[in-house]
């Protein structure tokens, strides 16, 4: 393969996860913040709905205020220490902190294919949730890139929110994985020709839980890449799971567990082999044009 065709390999794969619902059981904030303040759970998003009805609120920045401007937070403010040691208090599904990860590199390694067309795997979260708690999970390390909503901290207090992620500007941080552009610097409104880009979506699965995910499921599958729904274990499948795999928003659902003989599981496992398969194929018909140049 010449260097032009090595530098463009396109031979990583991106697995891309939405964190409550799809990781977790529960939400993050609910799980961390309310519990260690006391909140109740069904006051504090009724009056973040108000917000939205009474005010035209867009939900995630009506829930961001409040966790600045709430009196409770008003009293004791939320810090960049605090959120980080509430991470520790995050719920994950079965096998998700127990070798899931490390698994999945070790079924990797254990294929041939991989090892002669030097194919890695990349994990990514996209989340509305709070990038403070997700920095601090016990799993982070697994991670290339974390997406989520940040606050800009002054004097240790959060006086803004400086990012805000929501169903559907969740598809701009696909792109900047498609396109190598993972800082929020770097602008991703220029074009970029198919075979530049660091990881198509052909080479992307896209894992959620839920109608907030359809953007992006959507945007993955109509660009080539995969999408799997998942649901809580303990519960029957949900309506909006079996609508998403009969629209075509998805093409697999399965419960939320990541251990290795689950549906889920195997169902990757099988995800990830069509996508080596089309990674050896590219590569074998770029050796060949490689070789039809030279030759000519």
């Known amino acids: 393969m010449s260097k032009e065709s090595e530098k463009n390999a396109q031979n990583i794969i991106a697995i891309v996860y939405d964190f409550d619902g799809t ?30 009805t009474r005010k035209g609120y867009e939900k995630t920045l009506a829930y961001l205020k409040l966790l600045i401007d709430d009196p409770v937070f008003k009293k004791r403010p939320l810090t960049k220490h605090k959120l980080r040691e509430l991470a520790k208090q995050v719920p994950y599904y079965p096998g998700v902190n127990e070798g899931y990860f490390d698994q999945l590199n070790e079924f990797l390694r254990s294929l ?17 949730g709070l990038q403070e708690i997700l920095d601090g999970v016990s799993i982070r390390k697994y991670f290339k890139k974390i997406y989520a909503c940040e606050y800009d901290f002054q004097r240790g207090r959060p006086i ?18 498609n396109k190598g552009k993972l800082k929020l610097s770097e602008s991703i409104n220029e074009h970029m020709p198919e075979r530049e880009r660091r990881i198509p979506f052909r080479n992307m699965i896209y894992v959620g839980d839920g109608i907030t995910d359809v953007p ?38 399965a419960p939320a567990d990541f251990r290795s003989q689950s549906l889920f599981v195997k169902i990757l496992r099988q995800t990830l082999k069509k996508i080596i398969a089309s990674i050896v194929y590219r590569s074998s018909a770029e050796r060949s044009s490689d070789w039809v140049r030279r030759h000519m």
């Open 112 to 128: 041939p294919e991989v090892h002669e067309t030097g194919i890695t795997l990349e994990h990514y979260i996209i989340s509305s």
């Open 216 to 253: 992006s499921m959507t945007v993955t599958q109509k660009a080539g890449g995969n999408a799997i729904a998942v649901y809580d274990p303990a519960r029957r499948v949900p309506r909006a799971v079996k609508a998403m795999v009969a629209e075509h928003r998805a093409e697999h659902f």
């Open 23 to 52: 990781l977790s059981p529960g939400n993050m904030q609910e799980e961390t913040i309310f519990k260690a303040y006391g909140i109740d759970k069904k006051k504090f998003w009724a009056k973040s709905q108000s917000m939205v």
């Open 160 to 177: 803004f929110p400086k990012l805000v992620i929501n169903d559907t500007n969740k598809t701009q941080f696909l792109f900047r994985i």
